[in-house]
């Protein structure tokens, strides 16, 4: 999801089509919007720098209410409880619009009045990993959309100096490699840790295309080489 700092650019096009590119502007101490035009990452212009992402990226509405719910967790006066209390209903909504990429076949149910509905249903083959410490905190939110589907659990650290990903723990469900995974880590920030963690997956047997990576905010890598 977004911070609010963010605005999505999606480029224009007749056709649309799967291969069109997101631009997301990230701000940095000037929210003026006079310039609307898309500039690669590389070409940063009246303090903003444009980041072109995959059209595989999910971004949640920035509606007011995930802006309040920003604005609160931000807060260095918002109380524990507050806090704790928005984070996970943050959590909630990335969860379930990670549980709606997930694959549904078509099923007809019959209601109580006797009519038959045409519905979906997931298919099987679902399961969850959260990145410790913190990707743990979106367990429950999982939980409390699918109450029986599992968990597994890896621990990485990186070195402060280099930014190096090392593997310290992991433990997934012995079928893991027929599953479709839910990797759950809150804050991205090098993103080193979750393409260690991917690498881990993948060394699982779980295919790329199945891995969905569920994700509260995202910031930019601010360096010397963005600021040539």
Same mark, same amino acid.
């Given at each position: 999801?977004?911070?609010?700092?963010?605005?999505? =650019?999606?480029?224009?096009?007749?056709?649309?089509?799967?291969?069109?590119? !997101?631009? =997301?502007? @990230?701000?940095?101490?000037?929210?003026?919007?006079?310039?609307?035009?898309?500039?690669?990452?590389?070409?940063?212009?009246?303090?903003?720098?444009?980041?072109?992402?995959? *059209?595989?990226?999910?971004? $949640? *509405?920035?509606?007011?209410?995930?802006?309040?719910?920003?604005?609160?967790?931000?807060?260095?006066?918002?109380?524990?409880?507050? #806090? =704790? @209390?928005?984070?996970?209903?943050?959590?909630?909504?990335?969860?379930?619009?990670? $549980?709606?990429?997930?694959? /549904?076949?078509?099923?007809?149910?019959?209601? *109580?009045?006797? +009519? !038959? +509905?045409?519905?979906?249903? #997931?298919?099987?083959?679902?399961?969850?990993?959260?990145?410790?410490?913190?990707?743990?905190?979106?367990?429950?939110?999982?939980?409390?959309?699918?109450?029986?589907?599992?968990?597994? !659990?890896?621990?990485?650290?990186?070195?402060?100096?280099?930014?190096?990903?090392?593997? +310290? /723990?992991?433990? #997934?469900? *012995?079928?893991? +490699?027929?599953?479709?995974?839910? $990797?759950? /880590?809150?804050?991205?920030?090098?993103?080193?840790?979750? %393409?260690?963690? =991917?690498?881990?997956?993948?060394?699982?047997?779980?295919?790329?295309?199945?891995?969905?990576?569920?994700?509260? #905010?995202?910031?930019?890598? %601010?360096?010397?080489?963005?600021?040539?």
């Amino acid at each position: 999801m977004p911070c609010p700092n963010q605005q999505v =650019v999606r480029s224009s096009s007749a056709h649309p089509d799967h291969s069109t590119m !997101k631009q =997301v502007r @990230f701000a940095s101490g000037n929210n003026s919007d006079s310039d609307s035009q898309d500039k690669p990452c590389e070409t940063p212009e009246n303090g903003h720098s444009h980041i072109e992402l995959g *059209p595989q990226l999910k971004l $949640l *509405p920035l509606n007011d209410q995930v802006r309040e719910l920003q604005t609160i967790i931000r807060d260095k006066t918002t109380s524990r409880g507050d #806090f =704790v @209390f928005c984070a996970d209903r943050l959590i909630r909504l990335v969860v379930e619009e990670g $549980l709606n990429q997930l694959p /549904y076949t078509e099923c007809v149910v019959t209601t *109580p009045t006797g +009519y !038959k +509905y045409e519905g979906v249903r #997931f298919e099987r083959g679902n399961c969850g990993v959260s990145i410790m410490r913190s990707g743990e905190a979106m367990e429950q939110g999982l939980r409390d959309c699918c109450r029986s589907i599992r968990i597994g !659990k890896i621990l990485i650290q990186s070195d402060e100096e280099t930014l190096k990903a090392k593997v +310290y /723990y992991a433990k #997934f469900p *012995p079928d893991i +490699y027929r599953r479709k995974v839910l $990797l759950m /880590y809150p804050i991205l920030s090098s993103g080193n840790t979750v %393409v260690e963690a =991917v690498r881990v997956l993948t060394d699982h047997g779980v295919q790329p295309s199945h891995i969905i990576l569920l994700s509260l #905010f995202s910031t930019p890598h %601010v360096g010397d080489n963005l600021a040539e």
